[in-house]
């Protein structure tokens, strides 16, 4: 069954994108390589709660590392417990996406790590400078920033930003299970998974879900590949609410691309539930059913569902090992410190 | 000057307890032994989510350990943004406290353990049952109790707090450099900071905050070392509403304990501002100062406190590497799935 399976992969291999793997070095622009030290820099910013409004959302509040990089809430909670209006996207191989957000609306993972600072329902500070003067109140920061960036005025929001991207262009996953079938390994992956492979091709899941994070054909960075979801009418839009919101409208107010999202990556797709643009819907499986009619027009058997799901758990993992970062004290004071009355 | 200082330590030494490093492992009752896979299941539980109320907070969202065990806030935030009435205490060396909490209401840090979980401005579960139902819910914790406590029923909140606990004990921060001069390294202590310990036992500072913790005499385990806070009256007391809650009068309904408290750790006190049991005192500095007329009926100059706050700061650290822990999934689906509407 599997040398079948094989087979006919082989023989659908012309008519889909070619599998592949996840590079090992996720890409990086030309302003911003890769250093040991700005890695170490982004980590403790990645993780420090100290520039939210009240000293509890850090970056990993909504993108837990220790999990799928995301929160497993149906929409994030920032600060004072407000609530945002879509799903945590996950930070793991956040890296191969052209644009970020769910519209699209930032053209890098540095501009990307600038908005939840000052989204009043994430980490709610006034504003960048606000965010920026906590760093620069931080000695041991501000050492780092000096020694990685240099410069005039080393502590700047753009080099917290490249910081913060730097480190996150590491919380990559090659390896998977998947990877290691497509590098050879035909151990890799069950019988089960590999008729999911098959299937995932053949009802034209890879159609959009391409390449070697499954989120579109190679795009020069900044441009986003964009799909309408849902594309065909369902139940499930009145049921899930799918087009309750504009998607990508909202940031260009073309009509065209109302209800337009990026494709996102179903790297680790096993460990973000729940599901879609706004978080409602609770399964994996329940999201492939909801994928086929919406996308493909078309209705999958429990089986399909199934095999599905199955090889997309062969999408997850591995996980770099991190150490937990020690933040920089600042000794006898507190850097974040809200007014905090007891509630009533 | 330092072996004149020395000299007179020395001298001091009958009237004080003798300054004593801390040890390398913290003591444990006899039906929790440490072990290593006990103390990697009491990590991960440590550091997951899931089991709030919303998904969002963690042991570690208000004992962080990334930086001094705490918050850095007045009184921590807990889910859906609410606060609670007292400063969070710094986990670190928790382990070396006879009894928890400020009003030291739990005798073991396995009867701490139980306490945030329910608490509803915490972590804001509705029963305790709740919490180990979401825990059995996980087969990656399901299958570390059954190895680590084995018998009928090994996923139980006892076994968890057991295991949280475990891994408590391994939050110690001996070898600070107060703890290598006393253990024979004369250079470990600044002159600045040799004087403030003089001035530390002099004042009478350690009448109270003695022993290797700083936090009293060795107690049996479930009986505290209490004392009024503050134990004269000064300014201060309205100034920061010192006596505006009851303190382990809550517990006991004994009017002799209105206004005790545990005698707190002053290991990492530099790291934990704000402070005092409603953390309405911004820094060390300002702390130090209102110790002195509040316990000791005493003004201290400002060298003095510079001094005293010099040697406080020899009680940071080092705190031991950890890597972040895999928190075990639920592939396909959240365990934690509160219901998340966008703020409005």
Redesign the interface.
Known sequence: MRHLTILLLGLLSPLVAAWEALPEQAPYPADNPPGAAKIELGKQLF????FSA???VSCN?CH?????GD?????S?G???????RNAPTVWNAAFHSVQFWDGRAKTLEDQAKGPVVAH?EMGMSDLDAAIARVRDIPGYVSQFEAVFGGEQPVSIDNAAKAVAAFERTLITPNSPYDRYVNGDQSALSEQQLRGMQSFAELGCVACHRGPAFNGPLMPGGVGFFISFPFHDSPYVEQYGLRDEPGRFAVTQDEADRHKYRVPTLRNI??T??YFHN?RV????EAVRVMAPSQLHKQLSDTQVADV?AFL?AL?GP?P???????P???????????????P
Chains 1, 2 share one sequence.
């Open positions: 993780f420090d709660p100290r009240t000293g509890t509040s837990n590392l220790m999990a799928g929160d497993s809430r149906q929409t909670m600060v004072h417990g407000l609530t945002g209006p329902v096993a460990l539930a729940p978080g609770k399964t994996l499986d799901v758990n997850t996980f090992a991190l150490t937990l970062p020690r933040l004290p600042t000794p006898g004071r507190s850097v974040a410190d809200p007014e905090s009355p007891a509630t």
